[in-house]
């Protein structure tokens, strides 16, 4: 099993940062990726950006240019750096691992971009 813990979320004005960080603890040499997914209320939850343990990234293409995901060779922390947000980036950012034969989530982290 592997558990994550997300951490970063909360309050910013329009235009500003946040850093979200993600440590995976438990079976992480089973990881092949990770990644982080958000949902805003009524809305489905959609992929924000992701990275394989080969370091190569792809991310949804509203988040290109402004959001970048990095993470340590070991997949054991995965950090997503959101700049130049917006209001419409406000909602629960889950972090994601993902292994052969399963795949899991950690508890989630609010963000919400107000002024």
């Known amino acids: 099993q592997v558990q994550l813990v997300e951490s970063g979320g909360g309050l910013v004005q329009p235009g500003g940062s946040l850093r979200l960080s993600c440590a995976a603890s438990g079976n992480i040499f089973s990881i092949n990726g990770m990644g982080w997914y958000r949902q805003a209320p009524g809305k489905e939850r959609e992929l924000v950006a992701r990275i394989t343990r080969g370091g190569l990234t792809n991310y949804a293409d509203s988040m290109k240019g402004r959001f970048t995901l990095s993470g340590d060779n070991a997949l054991k922390t995965v950090y997503l750096q959101m700049d130049s947000l917006k209001p419409e980036d406000t909602a629960v950012y889950y972090c994601?691992?993902?292994?052969?034969?399963?795949?899991?989530w950690g508890q989630g982290t609010q963000v919400t971009v107000s002024s």
């Open positions: 994601n691992a993902r292994l052969v034969t399963a795949s899991y």
